[in-house]
């Protein structure tokens, strides 16, 4: 047993020291810049970003320093999005980077940035610097859960995972409540681990945990500028694990974060399972997933615990996947109300009581199956999305 | 001045009778069916049905009527959609028409059929034909308005538009409240016109009007089993206008409908307007403003009259159309609260207190434009949608 095994997420895995403070920038007082630091004595290091074309600073920055497939820390601040600000917004970026270099004596060119909060306004820097002056002071070895609480913006409670096995670690935090969607979304999520991997094999199990983890996570189709998953190897476990059981473990920690965000989604009263089998591809069970995923009216149906199949049925009649009308079958948590097409079980046997919600669709078009998570559409959601920037 | 000018909707062109009755489908026992006859001398027709897959039973019996070219009547109910009912159900839609048929002395295969209510249950039988009986009684060249009222489902009011000039006339009504999206949704549309029109002017200028006018309202996203809009043509004016005029008769209708469809969309506090223009086609154009459309995180922001122009931004983000993020304009309300991609126009002087509001993304990439309509997200589209079949 060591000291680490108390320590959490970020900081679970040996050779990271991280922080959370309060900078102000939030109006609230609490706490909004979090400091995460690798010590070594590897630095290798991969990145996942929003696949939407209009791109926060930040990520247009960090997407430019994971070229060296390095990072000495990342630097991630609540209360501001830094997005849509212009060159200016850019430049804010880089001398935050800058701030973090000079701090721990490191080129700010192994320094990642991510910011989350409202688009279109320019950061109270004259806050900012300050904390990370701050931040770097306070740099602890059990400081994962710190970190975790002061990147928090609409989320209700911090998100920490991690797995250890054989001697390595693989840690992680994860922020985020709306916005997820495809190509992930106002996510954001640093990863590290002990283990003695390159940055290509980074990469490769980083890239494969996402497609099939937060990719798979839609709350509400919206994608954000901002969205960053980045994994950080020390190396300090002295330990070389072969690349799938490595990959394996960091979809582990992934699905972990990943299932916390749905639970925590913006004024959702259910999770959503949705299992699409009998797919002739594994895309075409995704698209179709997805697709009755962002269906509003199914949304609000289950929300009011109304097992409306028909619902499910218009959603995938959308797709342009294989499949005959007549031979679509769904089932509601289990009960096969729906049968080729038409009605099967008496809907009337669906409970819905339980805030986990699982639909499933066979196809019955090939041996294809994904999952996409989602949660209902409520009243509490559109009050929180038409107040937030007022 | 004839009769005809007061007469409204699908009877406002002459050679058409009408009626609407209750024939007690709708537990609520207001009317929820209605009747359209044409009275010739021609009975030319064309169609255009929703693209998706899972389509109701009587939209495929009237698919397969309009082959013909033909239509001597429709039949509406409202109540139940017939979809998702299997063979049991077409066998209802068939003998729906055949009971018109036999009423009016006309081959069922000149009737079109059109359902609407909730997905998955059998219509009640013993009830509609009846009430087919009871129409047919009831017929008049002034029943426009009672057959526009029979369609309604939670639509608050009824919708009849109508456009005369140089002694022939278009006329229609719609019913429609939810699931406005692309390829038409839930919506039934019944046009006549008594121009002296063959049956492939009818489609050519169908077509083009639904394209550009039903299928760019997209109040939630989601697309209807069972969307119907139907041309009939009598002749009865024994005038043949010209195509091209002929077509803008017809596209100023369905514009009519269509904006009284958005205006009356279940829940809804704002109507949206969404111009897309400097798009580098108009595929494109309409893809942009479709995406802006359906991104519930600028709809609720809508709903708190909040200028949240970030979001727009997000949206088009996703989109593959040709743009560059740093010269994205976005005006709210005349407003340039965007521009080259970052902060614009104080978001203060921006007004939303009107139930219009209007939003410009100008791309900068080429000549094209397009519009959209959608409406805002509120609790109350959540409670009336999580609410509907219980």
């Known amino acids: 047993m060591t000291t680490h095994q108390q320590s959490v997420g970020v900081t679970a895995a040996k050779g990271f020291r991280a922080a959370g403070v309060t900078a102000g920038i939030k109006a609230s007082g609490t706490p909004d810049l979090a400091l995460v ?21 930040p990520v247009l920055w960090s997407q430019q320093v994971l070229k060296g497939g390095q990072l000495a820390a990342v630097v991630l601040n609540s209360g501001g999005a830094n ?44 806050l900012l610097l300050p904390g990370i002056t701050l931040a770097a002071k306070e740099l602890a070895v059990d400081g994962g859960e710190a970190a975790a609480i002061a990147i928090k913006t609409t989320d209700t409670v911090h998100k920490t995972a991690q797995v250890t096995q054989d001697g390595w670690t693989v840690g992680g935090m994860a922020k985020g ?7 992930l979304a106002t996510m954001l999520v640093v990863l590290t681990t002990d283990a003695a991997v390159d940055a290509a094999q980074l990469d490769v199990a980083l890239r494969g945990a996402t497609r099939t983890t937060f990719d798979r996570v839609d709350s509400d189709g919206c994608m954000s500028t901002n969205d960053t998953v980045l994994l950080l190897a020390s190396g300090a476990a002295q330990v070389t694990p072969g690349q799938a059981e490595f990959a394996a473990a960091v979809e582990q920690v992934c699905a972990d974060l990943a299932r916390q965000l749905i639970g925590d989604a913006e004024g959702a009263s259910k ?70 097409g038409a009605v099967g079980e008496d809907r009337s046997l669906v409970d819905m009581t339980d805030r986990q919600v699982v639909i499933t669709a066979d196809l019955h078009a090939g041996p294809a199956a994904a999952t996409v998570w989602t949660n209902d559409l409520t009243a509490d959601y559109v009050h929180e999305n038409s107040a937030y920037s007022t």
């Open 177 to 183: 409540a709306g916005m997820l969607a495809p190509g």
């Open 271 to 340: 999770d959503i399972r949705i299992d699409v089998t009998g797919a002739a591809t594994e895309d075409e069970a995704v698209t179709v997933a997805r697709t009755i995923a962002r269906n509003n009216l199914l949304k609000c149906a289950i929300h009011g615990e109304d097992p409306n199949w028909g619902r499910v049925l218009a959603a995938i009649g959308t797709t342009a996947a294989a499949f005959d009308p007549d031979q679509l079958d769904v089932a509601i948590n289990g009960v096969w109300v729906c049968r080729g």
């Open 37 to 57: 630091v690798n010590e070594g004595p590897s630095y290798a290091a991969a990145g996942v970003f929003t696949s939407n074309r209009v791109k926060a600073a």
């Open 83 to 126: 997005a849509c600000t212009g060159p200016e917004g850019f430049q804010d970026t880089h001398a935050t980077a800058e701030r973090v270099g000079t701090e721990l004596g490191v080129s700010a060119g192994e320094v990642a940035v991510c910011s989350t909060g409202l688009i279109g306004e320019r950061l109270p820097m004259d």
